[in-house]
């Protein structure tokens, strides 16, 4: 069903003032407000969605500007907090940061231990190869076989998948300095995994040697990125879905799209 667009906007604006006080007092959207300020975390290391600034060092991408428009409305300032991917989830669970923006695919694993918004953008996870493995490659099944490596970023929602999809294949996970991409480049492995929109606005086009296994999918490859928040405060995650929803109706996530995303396609 369509929702009025007006509609969805004033429900946004006018929600803080009609939850219950109590309510407000447990919740995070009370503290911050009293505060003055909410920390999210992010890795700054995902290009478009977040990453650093090689002239100043501050965070720059997609995730950013949600995160820079999001303490707008609320009316608190922004603090933005390193976190990293293995960490996570524990970050948030020892209160280093209120929330994380930073490309965060929504997951059951992650379910069970924090909770997510609603969804605003959706990437596919898919296999990169060499150009010139394309005749080997031709499918996933050609990939999820014994001898083929494939490299994952460790902690990251594609590692987790891979784990799930390819179950003949050596799954390699790597951690930070180290690149899953960078693998298949050295010939360490044969294909990484990780989202078509990071591939399209980041890796293909400086690593032109690279390509997406584009024939076939495989079920649950697409994918919902949203904001990571702490379980059991019902009033704040009303509230930032509310948010959501407006922001949607009012083209707000959709500029972000055009601005970070050009030439990727239409969003989905």
Known sequence: MRLDRRHLLITALSLPFTLPATAQGASLLDRVRKAGVIRIGTTGDYFPYSFRDLKTGGFQGY???????????????????QATWPTLVAGLMARKYDIAATGVTVTPERAKAVAFSKAYLHPTFIPLILKKDAERFKS??????????????????????????FTKARILSVADPVIDFTEVLAGRAQAAFTDNLYFLTKIGREYPQLTMLTNGTRPGTETDNAIMSMPGDADWLLWLNKWIDARLADGFFDGLFKTWFEGTGPAR
């Open 63 to 81: 995730e950013i500007d949600v995160a820079t428009r999001l303490a707008a409305d609320l009316g608190v300032k922004l603090q933005l907090v």
């Open 140 to 165: 996933w099944d050609d990939l999820d076989q014994p001898g083929v490596t494939i490299a994952v970023q460790q902690g990251t929602a594609p590692e987790t998948m891979a784990k799930k999809v």
